[in-house]
T-cell receptor, first 114, second 113 residues
């Protein structure tokens, strides 16, 4: 039972354009959502997060949108840069989950073409 | 610099052998985690520990074992009972309430030969 899904395994975008990554979840008890970026053979690094009490959070080129009614969140990267080429994971945390456990999606591989 | 160190970066194991993956952190985090990454499947939780001398099974604990004798260390043993151990293993840590999620190590790639 995959509670967090990233239905697009890959995305290709031209440098300077917008990258939009999508993530759907099924568990209404999730109250905090995060995006991680991962390069090959490295550990993921935290990118941006959003609480379920908000619908938007922005940090520089990165904006995360949350639509609770649709159980959907998206990550916008504007403008996309070649260094953004990586795998992006969506993650969610359940309210008062023991051990601060995160549930991850399957990832979306982004390729930014110069 | 504070962080998480995983070793070795690459590990080869013969079938039927147990191997132990090391994870050390100097972030003074209470909680530590082991995840496994397979292609197209994201990160799946193997074990986690909220405090020294205590740990809990994650979603795919079968064939793995852990210990948490020190706050800084959370080694993972991949036993011969793990049927498909070839994967990329990631260790992470977090404080009790982590608004920004985990800090990950750089991973260990385990290959069964």
């Amino acid at each position: 039972d995959q509670q967090v899904k990233q239905n697009s395994p890959s995305l290709s975008v031209q440098e300077g354009r917008i990258s939009i990554l999508n993530c759907d979840y099924t568990n209404s008890m999730f109250d905090y959502f995060l995006w991680y970026k991962k390069y090959p053979a490295e550990g993921p690094t935290f990118l941006i997060s959003i609480s379920s009490i908000k619908d938007k959070n922005e940090d520089g080129r990165f904006t995360v949108f949350l639509n609770k009614s649709a159980k959907h969140l998206s990550l916008h990267i504007v403008p996309s840069q070649p260094g953004d080429s990586a795998v992006y994971f969506c993650a969610a945390r359940r309210f008062k989950a023991a051990g601060n456990k995160l549930t991850f999606g399957g990832g979306t591989r982004v390729l930014v073409k110069p | 610099d504070g962080g998480i160190t995983q070793s070795p970066k690459y590990l080869f194991r013969k079938e039927g052998q147990n191997v132990t993956l090391s994870c050390e952190q100097n972030l003074n985090h209470d909680a530590m985690y082991w995840y496994r990454q397979d292609p197209g499947q994201g990160l799946r939780l193997i074990y986690y520990s909220q405090i020294v001398n205590d740990f809990q099974k994650g979603d795919i604990a079968e064939g793995y074992s852990v210990s948490r004798e020190k706050k800084e260390s959370f080694p993972l043993t991949v036993t011969s009972a793990q049927k498909n151990p070839t994967a990329f293993y990631l260790c992470a840590s977090s404080p009790p309430v982590a608004g920004d999620g985990y800090t990950f190590g750089s991973g260990t790639r385990l290959t069964v030969v």
